[in-house]
């Protein structure tokens, strides 16, 4: 499983910014998704998840981005997106976007097995 994320940058607090992630090289329906944020010096967390079934899909969102992010899947394309609104100073970080096989999705990095490089968000 190969994943490549996209689309972080500088913005000013307030702003919006939608994430990317293509996901190649898995099934869909047998494997969950998350995104993920790190800050030096506070290790990674858990921001959402998401998990595909065949019709339906099932969506978690952290507490500390409740209302503000949403993530989203591309079936068609195989990316999965993090649309992040009402951006915040606190929000800055290393963004990632990982997978594990199994369909119970979970906010705890260590359970996810593929992870791509992250890309950078900066929220001033």
């Known amino acids: 499983v190969q994943l490549v994320e996209s689309g972080g940058r500088s913005v000013q607090a307030g702003e919006s910014i939608t994430l990317s992630c293509q996901i190649s090289g898995y099934a869909q329906a047998t494997y969950s998704m998350g995104w993920f944020r790190e800050v030096p010096g506070q290790g990674r967390q858990g921001v959402a998840t998401?998990?595909?079934?065949?019709?339906?899909?099932?969506?978690s969102i952290a507490d500390p981005v409740q209302g503000r992010f949403d993530v989203s899947l591309d079936k068609a394309n195989n990316t999965l997106y993090l649309r992040m609104n009402s951006l915040k100073p606190e929000d800055t970080g290393m963004y990632f976007c990982?997978?594990?096989?199994?369909?119970?999705?979970?906010?705890?990095?260590?359970?996810?097995?593929?992870w791509g490089e992250g890309t950078q968000v900066t929220v001033s």
């Open positions: 998401y998990y595909s079934a065949l019709v339906t899909a099932s969506t």
């Open positions: 990982a997978a594990r096989f199994g369909i119970i999705a979970t906010l705890i990095p260590g359970r996810y097995t593929y």
